[in-house]
């Protein structure tokens, strides 16, 4: 299928379909997941250190740092993007972030995967989809009502107005 649609001219992983499937949703589940809940908390660390609710999300996304960052491991790899950064940044970094995640995080990481791989996902989200996804409902207000939420409404619009950032499709 790749190949009839021209994808294999940069170069092809082979994969199994179940192996896609599931990778994609360990990145959803645990990596986005993972990311999502650690900036909320870094936001709410912050908060409670005395920073700003506007300047926490400016710092932590809205002013596009963590887009170029992302970008820069896209070109470079994940370590080696580090380069255009300072040496404080990258001695913060590499000396802090181990110590950061915890044997806890890594066995609820390894019970994700195992719901994904054992069918339970599947079965927790078909039921969810058949109740009507009230779940989903109440989470997605949640979140839309978290502090870091409302903090981001006038910075966003803030950022880009003034051209920082691109507007949402």
């Not at 092809?12 to 896609?20: G, I, L, M, R, T």
């Not at 207000?141 to 499709?169: C, D, F, R, T, W």
Request: aromatic letters at 8%; charged letters at 20%; a negative charge.
């Amino acid at each position: 299928m790749c190949k009839g649609i021209g994808l294999t001219r940069g170069g092809v992983f082979e994969s199994s379909f179940c192996e896609e499937a599931e990778l994609d949703l360990f990145a959803e589940q645990v990596v986005w997941a993972g990311l999502t809940a650690w900036f909320v908390t870094c936001f709410e660390l912050g908060v409670e250190h005395g920073f700003s609710p506007e300047l926490m999300v400016m710092e932590l996304y809205a002013s596009g740092e963590a887009a170029q960052i992302f970008a820069n491991m896209t070109r470079n790899g994940f370590f080696k993007q580090m380069s255009h950064h300072s040496t404080t940044s990258q001695y913060g970094t590499l000396s802090r972030g181990p110590a950061l995640i915890s044997d806890e995080m890594r066995a609820r990481a390894r019970a994700t995967l195992a719901g994904i791989h054992n069918g339970d996902f599947a079965r927790e989200w078909s039921n969810e989809q058949a109740g009507g996804s009230a779940r989903l409902e109440t989470l997605r207000a949640a979140a839309l009502n978290h502090p870091m939420s409302q903090a981001e409404l006038g910075v966003i619009s803030a950022v880009q107005a003034v051209g920082k950032a691109p507007k949402a499709p």
